[in-house]
């Protein structure tokens, strides 16, 4: 252990390129914020990231976005791991190393509405999905402060009709919706990185045995192969 310690501090020195894992929530985010922490990376806690970025990005200030980007390693979850936040920190940190982490997509979405209902849907008093609609979240604090679970919520319920922008909320838990997007950014993403494949790993964890191919890819010393932590599991 002390031998590992003593090479993490080593390489934290010398590392220049930051990692963003980019992958949906409940993809493995969590398995890899701990495997990322474990290589020595600084990450930001979850809630203090959320406060200072999420909403101020939403409305097009990356100023936050940026300043909590220079003070840390590596990152996941909000914001990174919605919309083309991906690009943005492409371009104010160019060389960063971006991991795209995936499942098989109805997998992926039981394991997301089962974790909202044991968390977020719970607190709001939301037993079902289908009980799920725009006043489960509106003007209550369901998670961080007032509102801000309604308006995360919000942007999965846009709907574009010609040049009008429209919301449903039917379509925040409605599966085929929430699958076409959730394969259709994943595409997108990898359509990004086409020309830059070093700077892209597309990876399902489900599948993997160990850390190995996370560690090859950010350039760390094999000493740091090991097994992979699981972590957050819905169930």
């Not at 993809?27 to 701990?34: A, L, V």
């Not at 369901?142 to 308006?151: A, C, D, F, I, Q």
């Not at 190995?212 to 169930?235: E, I, M």
């Amino acid at each position: 252990m002390r031998i590992i310690e003593k090479l993490q501090r080593s390489f934290r020195g010398r590392r220049s390129a930051k990692a963003f894992c980019i992958g949906y929530n409940k993809t493995g985010t969590t398995t890899m914020e701990q495997m990322l922490r474990d290589f020595g990376y600084r990450m930001p806690g979850q809630g203090m990231q959320e406060t200072a970025v999420v909403e101020q990005l939403f409305q097009g200030n990356y100023e936050p976005l940026q300043a909590l980007c220079r003070d840390y390693d590596a990152f996941q979850d909000m914001p990174f791991s919605q919309g083309v936040t991906y690009a943005v920190v492409d371009a104010m940190f160019p060389g960063s190393k971006f991991i795209l982490t995936v499942r098989e997509s109805n997998a992926w979405f039981d394991s997301l509405t089962r974790f909202h209902l044991n968390t977020i849907l719970k607190t709001a008093g939301v037993e079902r999905l289908e009980d799920f609609n725009e006043q489960s979240f509106k003007d209550k604090e369901v998670y961080l402060h007032r509102n801000y679970s309604y308006n995360v919520m919000r942007r999965h319920a846009v709907r574009v009709i010609g040049d009008e922008v429209h919301y449903d909320w039917s379509l925040v838990y409605d599966k085929e919706h929430r699958i076409e997007r959730y394969e259709q950014r994943n595409r997108d993403i990898i359509e990004y990185f086409r020309e830059r494949p070093g700077q892209l790993l597309v990876i399902d964890l489900t599948n993997e045995r160990d850390n190995s191919r996370v560690v090859d890819f950010l350039g760390l010393p094999q000493t740091f192969v090991g097994a992979l932590p699981h972590l957050n599991k819905s169930r």
